[in-house]
């Protein structure tokens, strides 16, 4: 049968028209990759967070009663946990009396989460071993590096084996107080709130006096000063820990807390190159 010259050539224009179409058609242009961690990102996020509470600007870290060198921190955190415990049947206690004052008795909703988080993690701290397990990674290997140089006074941090920031810092003073070189991974525990109970006074925005604390090997750790300290950064002030400024303490806290103690380390040097 023979075909009409007509649906034939009506044929050949749909073709036509279909190549063409397919021809313009625009490629979806390519989808951001959102698995790329973001630096800035992150520490913008940490750095809107806001207690909204006042600091206390007495400078406690002055006293010569602590020296992280010579104190046992599992037995300070023992005392701290039997004192967390005691905090906590106290305020379960009193908040079964009777409220007959004009205020409620015991611990506000936020100050019952501090202790509960902090109990948490000094007794996954006291249930760990003393040494912290290798697992693979080193220094820039790690995914988050802290280097501190004590001769410029300060920590280059790293994020996946690049530089991504600097703070600074103040290490021990004097031969006594000398931060020793190390380089491990943090042993912990990681606190957000946290009060020395070896020389009570002083806080940071509700936080205790040395915030964001991140220990790395007995009681030396890496936390946020008070602001009577701030000008001593880029100094030599501490008896022992290394101190930074309360909002890059708190960059640096969360950091560990999201990657974890074994993808961190810390390497504290007189010099580095």
């Given at each position: 049968?023979?075909?009409?010259?007509?649906?034939?050539?009506?044929?050949?224009?749909?073709?036509?028209?279909?190549?063409?179409?397919?021809?313009?058609?625009?490629?979806?242009?390519?989808?951001?990759?959102?698995?790329?961690?973001?630096?800035?990102?992150?520490?913008?996020?940490?750095?809107?967070?806001?207690?909204?509470?006042?600091?206390?600007?007495?400078?406690?870290?002055?006293?010569?009663?602590?020296?992280?060198?010579?104190?046992?921190?599992?037995?300070?955190?023992?005392?701290?946990?039997?004192?967390?415990?005691?905090?906590?049947?106290?305020?379960?206690?009193?908040?079964?009396?009777?409220?007959?004052?004009?205020?409620?008795?015991?611990?506000?909703?936020?100050?019952?989460?501090?202790?509960?988080?902090?109990?948490?993690?000094?007794?996954?701290?006291?249930?760990?071993?003393?040494?912290?397990?290798?697992t693979g990674c080193k220094e820039k290997e790690c995914?988050?590096?802290?280097?501190?140089?004590?001769?410029?006074?300060?920590?280059?941090?790293?994020?996946?084996?690049?530089?991504?920031?600097?703070?600074?810092?103040?290490?021990?003073?004097?031969?006594?107080?000398?931060?020793?070189?190390?380089?491990?991974?943090?042993?912990?525990?990681?606190?957000?709130?946290?009060?020395?109970?070896?020389?009570?006074?002083?806080?940071?925005?509700?936080?205790?006096?040395?915030?964001?604390?991140?220990?790395?090997?007995?009681?030396?750790?890496?936390?946020?000063?008070?602001?009577?300290?701030?000008?001593?950064?880029?100094?030599?002030?501490?008896?022992?820990?290394?101190?930074?400024?309360?909002?890059?303490?708190?960059?640096?806290?969360?950091?560990?807390?999201?990657?974890?103690?074994?993808?961190?380390?810390?390497?504290?040097?007189?010099?580095?190159?």
């Open positions: 049968m023979k075909k009409h010259p007509v649906y034939f050539l009506l044929s050949i224009l749909f073709l036509f028209s279909f190549l063409i179409a397919c021809h313009s058609q625009k490629k979806p242009k390519p989808q951001p990759d959102t698995t790329v961690f973001s630096y800035e990102k992150f520490k913008d996020s940490v750095m809107h967070t806001d207690t909204g509470l006042k600091p206390d600007a007495s400078n406690i870290f002055d006293s010569k009663k602590f020296i992280p060198g010579d104190d046992s921190l599992r037995k300070m955190l023992i005392k701290m946990d039997t004192l967390w415990r005691r905090q906590a049947a106290l305020m379960e206690h009193l908040d079964s009396l009777p409220k007959q004052l004009g205020k409620d008795p015991g611990f506000s909703a936020a100050e019952l989460a501090a202790i509960r988080d902090n109990l948490a993690e000094v007794e996954k701290y006291l249930l760990a071993k003393d040494t912290v397990p290798q995914i988050v590096f802290a280097a501190i140089d004590k001769k410029k006074q300060m920590l280059y941090l790293y994020i996946l084996g690049e530089v991504k920031d600097s703070f600074k810092v103040s290490t021990g003073k004097g031969k006594k107080y000398e931060t020793p070189e190390m380089s491990r991974h943090p042993a912990g525990p990681v606190l957000i709130k946290y009060t020395s109970r070896k020389f009570p006074g002083g806080n940071y925005m509700g936080l205790g006096n040395m915030p964001y604390a991140v220990f790395v090997k007995g009681g030396f750790a890496i936390h946020g000063t008070t602001p009577g300290n701030f000008s001593k950064l880029g100094n030599r002030a501490s008896h022992g820990c290394i101190r930074l400024h309360p909002d890059n303490a708190k960059v640096f806290n969360a950091l560990v807390k999201t990657v974890g103690l074994q993808q961190t380390w810390v390497s504290i040097r007189d010099s580095i190159q």
